[in-house]
């Protein structure tokens, strides 16, 4: 059988993963190669032993790893990246790493393995749990999710039909009753801080702002980075990490009012530190330990640029020592080009003022944290330049 991209990776992952470790699938072993359905699944390694060998194995393929955080004690996601006709798709792998009964599930990586069975998919070979772990494991995750177990009788009796819906659903309320114990409510909240404090060192987030001068295309840009499926979540602000109840107002006069006073002008600088770092504290550092891109369009580093569209009137260089002293982003994308082809565009400015502006904004650019992107491309080039980037810098932290 003819198998597709996302099927040749999942089945050589497995295979090679066999020729080093035992492993086995949770459940649905049947679902694996399917779009919407992550793949469960024990192992009997460690997770920097996992991390190691998901490196060697992303060299030898088309695929990256875009991400990797803990979901529970020993548990740990893996989200694998890979393109299709230029489409960016996901293979989300949930995976077990010498698991012992410390997770809220309660997975037992020993028991599990010692009994597996092998199972053939499309002519590929994967190992699975027995039959009989799989419906105490199945029925055990459903009452964690208090989901309706009625709903999953005829896939529990399709694994062993002399399975009753009496003992089914005792089962169920077995697990249930336990997972509203007190041991168990003590268990969860342990769990959970230890899950904070290795979210809090994994950075599971990344956050990116775009720059530039009006007209090189930000907001165009910033719908087709949301569009890539990279994160779980995808949260965006315009200019402070703050959210806005009211609607946001098109700015078509930036230069239109004269300046602040000096005085004015360093108030509203330390009123803008306050508002960055308690928005960064309140508003980005929950999102931080979640699965999440934080997309800024605009940041504090404009007001360095073009002065004039938020009115300071004090030294430039004192702005600039301010911003030591705000939160940033992980990376800046600074969207420029040719001035004449974004005056084209708009003509919000004159002439001259735009092509100083292109000039700050490209001096910015230290192909380390601020990336400059030349923004004459059609936007799906431009998205695939900062996917690239974005996933670069990601792949840096493993």
Same mark, same amino acid.
């Given at each position: 059988m003819?198998?597709?991209?996302?099927?040749?990776?999942i089945?050589?992952?497995?295979?090679?993963?066999?020729?080093?470790?035992?492993?086995?699938?949770?459940?649905?072993?049947?679902?694996?190669?399917?779009?919407?359905?992550?793949?469960?699944?024990?192992?009997?390694?460690?997770?920097?032993?996992?991390? &190691?060998?998901?490196?060697?194995?992303?060299? *030898?393929? =088309?695929?990256? $790893?875009? !991400?990797?955080?803990?979901? %529970? +004690? #020993?548990?740990?996601r893996?989200?694998?990246?890979?393109?299709?006709?230029?489409?960016?798709?996901?293979?989300?792998?949930?995976?077990?790493c010498?698991? &012992?009964?410390?997770?809220?599930?309660?997975? *037992?990586? =020993?028991?599990? $393995?010692? !009994?597996?069975?092998?199972? %053939? +998919? #499309?002519?590929?070979?994967?190992?699975?749990?027995?039959?009989?772990?799989?419906?105490?494991?199945?029925?055990?995750?459903?009452?964690?999710k208090?989901?309706?177990?009625?709903?999953?009788?005829?896939?529990?009796?399709?694994l062993?039909?002399?399975?009753s819906?009496?003992?089914?659903?005792?089962?169920?309320?077995?697990?249930?009753?336990?997972?509203?114990?007190?041991?168990?409510?003590?268990?969860?909240?342990?769990?959970?801080?230890?899950?904070?404090?290795?979210?809090?060192?994994?950075?599971?987030?990344?956050?990116?702002?775009?720059?530039?001068?009006?007209?090189?295309g930000?907001?165009?840009?910033?719908?087709?980075?949301?569009?890539?499926?990279?994160?779980?979540?995808?949260?965006?602000?315009h200019?402070?990490?703050?959210?806005?109840?009211?609607?946001?107002?098109?700015?078509?006069?930036?230069?239109?009012?004269?300046?602040?006073?000096?005085?004015?002008?360093?108030?509203?600088?330390?009123?803008?530190?306050?508002?960055?770092?308690?928005?960064?504290?309140?508003?980005?550092?929950?999102?931080?330990?979640?699965?999440?891109?934080?997309?800024?369009?605009?940041?504090?580093?404009?007001?360095?640029?073009?002065?004039?569209?938020?009115?300071?009137?004090?030294?430039?260089?004192?702005?600039?020592?301010?911003?030591?002293?705000?939160?940033?982003?992980?990376?800046?994308?600074?969207?420029t080009?040719?001035p004449?082809?974004?005056?084209?565009?708009?003509?919000?400015?004159?002439?001259?003022?735009?092509?100083?502006?292109?000039?700050?904004?490209?001096a910015?650019a230290?192909?380390?944290?601020?990336?400059?992107?030349?923004?004459?491309?059609s936007?799906?080039?431009?998205?695939?330049?900062?996917?690239?980037?974005?996933?670069?810098?990601?792949?840096?932290?493993?």
């Amino acid at each position: 059988m003819i198998l597709n991209i996302r099927e040749k990776i999942i089945s050589s992952f497995f295979e090679n993963l066999s020729n080093k470790y035992e492993y086995a699938i949770l459940h649905h072993v049947n679902k694996i190669y399917d779009n919407d359905d992550d793949i469960d699944f024990i192992v009997n390694c460690n997770r920097n032993e996992m991390i &190691n060998f998901i490196k060697d194995f992303i060299k *030898d393929h =088309n695929v990256f $790893l875009g !991400n990797h955080y803990t979901i %529970d +004690i #020993n548990i740990y996601r893996f989200d694998f990246f890979y393109f299709n006709n230029h489409n960016l798709e996901r293979i989300e792998l949930d995976c077990v790493c010498n698991g &012992n009964g410390r997770d809220l599930l309660k997975i *037992d990586n =020993n028991i599990l $393995l010692k !009994n597996r069975i092998a199972v %053939d +998919i #499309n002519d590929s070979i994967f190992y699975k749990i027995s039959d009989i772990d799989e419906i105490e494991y199945y029925i055990k995750k459903k009452a964690y999710k208090n989901s309706d177990i009625s709903l999953y009788i005829s896939y529990l009796k399709k694994l062993d039909s002399d399975i009753s819906e009496k003992i089914i659903f005792e089962k169920y309320m077995y697990w249930q009753k336990y997972f509203s114990s007190k041991e168990y409510k003590i268990k969860y909240v342990l769990n959970k801080i230890i899950l904070l404090i290795e979210r809090m060192i994994e950075k599971p987030s990344f956050s990116i702002s775009f720059l530039g001068p009006d007209g090189s295309g930000k907001s165009t840009i910033i719908s087709k980075i949301k569009e890539i499926p990279l994160f779980i979540n995808n949260y965006y602000f315009h200019l402070k990490p703050l959210y806005s109840r009211e609607k946001l107002i098109i700015v078509e006069e930036p230069h239109k009012y004269p300046p602040y006073s000096k005085l004015k002008s360093y108030i509203k600088l330390l009123y803008f530190i306050y508002q960055y770092n308690c928005g960064w504290l309140k508003n980005i550092m929950p999102l931080k330990i979640k699965s999440s891109l934080v997309i800024f369009d605009r940041y504090f580093d404009d007001m360095l640029v073009d002065t004039k569209r938020y009115r300071y009137g004090g030294s430039v260089r004192l702005a600039k020592f301010a911003r030591l002293f705000i939160s940033k982003p992980d990376i800046y994308f600074i969207l420029t080009t040719d001035p004449k082809v974004i005056y084209e565009r708009k003509q919000e400015v004159p002439f001259k003022e735009l092509e100083r502006q292109v000039k700050e904004y490209r001096a910015l650019a230290d192909g380390k944290r601020y990336f400059n992107i030349d923004v004459n491309r059609s936007p799906e080039d431009i998205a695939q330049e900062i996917m690239d980037i974005i996933m670069g810098k990601m792949n840096e932290r493993y």
